[in-house]
């Protein structure tokens, strides 16, 4: 009888462990989205500057013919500003980005993991924010 009911705790734990997921599997998945937020929008990194050119183009280019409209070259002044944080807010998000785990236990890792999804969130927001203003703004 103890035998059987040692056998059915071990089956069970044995069963549970290898049924559930790993914090480990969840860390790398977890890790993947975070890359895959930075993706979605990295490719519009040469966009953006192109766009900034642009705006501080028109900038000149309303300067030109009418000095006087002070309005119009602060909204393109501002909008350059915008696409120029938002490029370099994706560097430095990068730079700060550690691939590694750097000897971190699973719950760190997570912590860690989740700290850097907001953060990457908050950049192609960010990104997708400033190219939908320029797209407006420079039909």
Known sequence: MKRSILFLIFTSFLLV?????????KNEKLREEVIGVHDEVMPK????????????SKVEEIERADPSDSVSVEEYKALAYDLSQAHDAMFVWMRQYEVEDGGKTEEELKEYLDSQMVLVT???VKIKD????????LK
């Open 122 to 124: 908050e950049v192609n």
């Open 45 to 56: 990194m040469g966009q953006l500057k192109s766009l900034e050119r642009r705006a501080l």
């Open 17 to 25: 462990n290898a049924c559930g997921p790993k914090s480990h599997d």
């Open 130 to 137: 400033a190219l939908a203003k320029a797209e407006e703004m």
